[in-house]
């Protein structure tokens, strides 16, 4: 029409829109609801949609991380940067902890992803939590993909993929009983190039670990590690330095990096729109102990 502007929504706003609206349901509906944290650029990505959801208002939930003890240190220190820049309350959630109390033993392999289950089941009772925000997406796995926006746990944190309450018309059951939770993924039908465009239109600050830079990393089965305390060089290892970046970021003793010259999130965009390979699969050894393994964590109450 002749002097009406032209409204356009894109897709990346229609995407913030029902995650902004997804966060304000669970608010009006959870008495103790928080967000899980790490410092990755998905949970980066919902502190965002946290604040734009609840201005000018303070966010009003804490944030939780599950600290392996396996981190990598730039993660943790924009994590503490963040959380002191928002005047949140930062909730942590100590597998060391836990290793010295005997609520958990270390694995074989050195990987903890799998005993963060029971220190999250743990967190949860004591601080009474009934729903989790995560940052899990549709695309990255194909256990991920069978889940709902609200994904049910019974009272002991468990998941049956089975057992699943249908969302049509986006409208979501938040019935529980007394301890039982809530998962709840405000990203789900997010891909990790939308979440890559959303830090470009946003200007959403990430640590320099998503960026390409030079690491001392060995190559294990066809995926680079880098070298440090927690993963040290085997026997008959050869370390060497690559220009790389990490797509995802987990456990240091778990997760890999890729080889990349992409520096920028505009290059990073270019790269992740040509890759066929989702980050989880190119990245993460824990994934590739099994067909089923994310599933299986999921089942004992993983994120």
């Known amino acids: 029409m002749t002097g009406v502007a032209a409204y356009r929504f894109s897709q990346l706003d229609a995407l913030e829109a029902e995650s902004i609206f997804i966060m304000r349901e669970v608010v009006a509906e959870f008495e103790r609801p928080v967000l899980l944290f790490s410092g990755g650029k998905d949970s980066i990505v919902m502190l965002r949609l946290a604040e734009k959801a609840f201005w000018p208002a303070p966010i009003p939930f804490p944030v939780m991380h599950v600290d392996t003890g396996h981190n990598f240190d730039e993660v943790l220190a924009f994590r503490d940067r963040r959380v002191a820049e928002l005047g949140l309350n930062l909730i942590v959630a100590s597998v060391p902890e836990a290793l010295v109390s005997g609520l958990v033993r270390e694995s074989a392999d050195g990987m903890r992803n799998r005993i963060q289950t029971p220190v999250l089941l743990d967190a949860i009772e004591k601080h009474r939590f009934d729903a989790l925000f995560g940052g899990a997406r549709r695309d990255e796995e194909k256990a991920r993909a069978k889940e709902r926006v609200f994904s049910f746990r019974d009272e002991f944190g468990q998941w049956d993929p089975r057992n699943q309450r249908p969302e049509l018309w986006a409208l979501y059951n938040a019935r529980i009983q007394t301890g039982e939770s809530i998962r709840v993924f405000p990203l789900s039908n997010w891909t990790e190039l939308d979440v890559w465009h959303y830090i470009a239109k946003e200007r959403v600050a990430l640590p320099s670990i998503y960026f390409a830079h030079e690491r001392e990393v060995v190559d ?71 067909e089923a393994a994310m599933e299986d964590r999921k089942k004992e109450g993983y994120f």
Do not use: N, W
């Open 220 to 290: 294990r089965d066809g995926m680079l590690y880098a070298v440090h305390e927690h993963l040290p060089a085997r026997p008959g290892e050869q370390p060497f330095v690559e220009k790389v970046r990490y797509r995802t970021v987990g456990d240091a003793s778990c997760t890999a990096a890729v080889r990349s010259d992409a520096d920028t999130v505009e290059l990073v965009i270019e790269e992740v729109g040509a890759t066929r390979i989702t980050e989880r699969g190119a990245t993460r050894g824990d994934d590739r102990t099994s």
